[in-house]
């Protein structure tokens, strides 16, 4: 016998709430896997309106204030994240670095993915000659250590912004190459391009048609993952004076800075650090999001 609590159906106000909750909680968990966009969002505003977000002025010094710890008062002036050795408002320095880790990285990636990525495509579609010069030659640029070409280029050029981004996007075109050729070499592989060849299509048609929508999807997952690697590139060549120069506010820079006063005035180096540590996580977080969503065959496991 099967007891009669066991046997008794649902009530009417029971079943949509065991039925309608599974699907309200895999929406509100779809939502909140794209925490990243609500993250680069806000450090987007803070680098295109950092004016409005600083309490002060980056460059203001008051040596009277200076390594004065969190939540000071200092003539009137609140430092919400301290000061530095000059009396800075750390705070405003870290919102004003925004501008200059994301402006840098967004630069670098687009020079490079968009020269590299040509290459590569082109490559990809002439491969006999050409597509093995550019595919040697990107070959020999990614076997040069990064930092050694850094101080190549900024012994030659001089250390500045500007150079940084060149140097970044020489480094890195040869990944897009990469990965365009081999996209491009599996486009070419497909019936339907070979058909459309076959027809008399032309080579600009067919890229814009035919290889282009093939490559781009790996390309976009490729850029989204390298501007986090070129924030943490522009940070290491600020750090070691290769980059942003004083008194620009740079992140790099504010840790090369802090790492003296570690044991005295920590928050120096580790408001920066902490906005370095959690834009990057959230760009390759951001990054393998669109390769699941692009490329399923990808999916990262879970």
Request: a positive charge; zero cysteines; hydrophobic letters at 55%.
């Amino acid at each position: 016998m099967i007891p009669a609590e066991v046997a008794a159906p649902l009530g009417p106000a029971e079943v949509p709430a065991a039925v309608g909750a599974e699907p309200g909680r895999r929406s509100y968990r779809r939502v909140l896997r794209w925490w990243p966009l609500a993250v680069l969002a806000v450090a987007a505003f803070a680098a295109a309106f950092p004016f409005v977000l600083a309490p002060n002025l980056p460059d203001a010094t008051d040596l009277v204030g200076r390594l004065k710890g969190p939540g000071t008062t200092v003539h009137g002036t609140s430092y919400l994240l301290g000061t530095d050795s000059l009396g800075r408002d750390v705070l405003s320095r870290v919102i004003w670095g925004t501008r200059i880790s994301m402006t840098v990285a967004v630069i670098a990636v687009v020079a490079g993915g968009v020269v590299g990525s040509l290459l590569g495509i082109l490559a990809g579609s002439r491969r006999k000659v050409l597509g093995g010069v550019i595919m040697r030659f990107a070959d020999m640029v990614l076997s040069i250590p990064f930092f050694l070409l850094a101080i190549l280029v900024v012994a030659i050029l001089g250390p500045s912004l500007v150079n940084t981004v060149i140097v970044l996007a020489t480094v890195r075109w040869p990944r897009y190459a990469r990965v365009a050729f081999g996209q491009t070499l599996e486009a070419h592989s497909r019936e339907f391009v070979k058909a459309s060849v076959a027809v008399g299509v032309g080579p600009w048609r067919l890229f814009r048609r035919h290889i282009l929508p093939e490559v781009l999807p790996s390309l976009i997952v490729v850029a989204t993952l390298e501007v986090g690697l070129m924030i943490i590139y522009e940070a290491a060549l600020s750090f070691i004076g290769l980059g942003a120069q004083p008194p620009t506010p740079s992140w790099g820079a504010m840790l090369s800075e802090g790492q003296q006063y570690v044991s005295t005035a920590w928050w120096i180096a580790t408001f920066p650090g902490l906005a370095l540590f959690v834009i990057v996580v959230s760009v390759n977080r951001l990054g393998d999001l669109l390769r699941d969503r692009l490329d399923p065959r990808q999916r990262s496991p879970r």
